[in-house]
Each structure stands twice: as structure tokens, then as C-alpha cells.
Nanobody, 122 residues
């Protein structure tokens, strides 16, 4: 069982930036696809970004393109989500996910973190 732990959430003003981090206990992210998802109160979980191991391709949700970047450190011990130009509608709990997913749908990821809150004030 892989445990994921997110960090880096917080309160930021609109237009600001945050960098979320995700680490896995007991292993690296090598050979795993990694993704970020978010869920706002009263809304369904939403795809944010994914770095797919099988294709070495990164994908982003439509509203995140050009503002968010997913990347791993060289040792693949940490996955990051750099979020720039944040908007109030980005307010949500952000979850890290990992697994041998070949597609970006949440159901394809095996392991999930507990989430970190991101709040963007207007």
C-alpha cells in the first residue's frame, strides 16, 4: 500500500501562486502516473493535471492550462503542482493520486492522499 501526503496548501489572494507537493511513503514515483484532482464544496471531483508515465505526457484541465504545471523532482520522490495566477474558483481541496494509470480518469489511479486545502480570496 502506498501512502501519499500532500502539503503546500493555504490561503492566497487572487493572482497569487502556490506550489503543492506530494510525497509517497516507502517508494518513489518511478513507473507511476501521477495526478492532481480537486473538489470544491458541493461540487464533483475535478481533474486538474496528470503526468502519465506510460506516455511521458502531461495533461491539464481546461481551466488550468497555462496557469498550472505538474512536474516531478529528478529523483521522482516528490510530485509538484505549481499554480500561478490563482482565481477564487480554484478554491478546493486538492488531492494527489498515483498508480499505473494509462488514462487521466480518477478511477484509474490506485492511491490517493488526504488532500490539502487551497483557498483563493478575491
Amino acid at each position: 500500500q502506498v501512502q501519499l501526503v500532500e502539503s503546500g496548501g493555504g490561503l492566497v489572494q487572487a493572482g497569487g501562486s502556490l506550489r503543492l507537493s506530494c510525497v509517497a511513503s516507502g517508494r518513489t514515483f518511478s513507473f507511476y502516473s501521477v495526478g492532481w484532482f480537486r473538489q470544491a464544496p458541493g461540487k464533483e471531483r475535478e481533474f486538474v493535471a496528470a503526468d502519465m508515465w506510460s506516455s511521458s505526457t502531461r495533461y491539464y484541465g481546461d481551466s488550468m492550462k497555462g496557469r498550472f504545471t505538474i512536474f516531478r523532482d529528478d529523483a521522482e520522490t516528490t510530485v509538484y503542482l505549481q499554480m500561478n495566477n490563482l482565481k477564487p474558483e480554484d478554491t478546493a481541496v486538492y488531492y494527489c493520486a498515483a498508480g499505473r494509470a494509462a488514462r487521466t480518469a480518477a478511477s484509474n489511479f490506485d492511491f490517493w492522499g488526504q488532500g490539502t486545502q487551497v483557498t483563493v480570496s478575491s
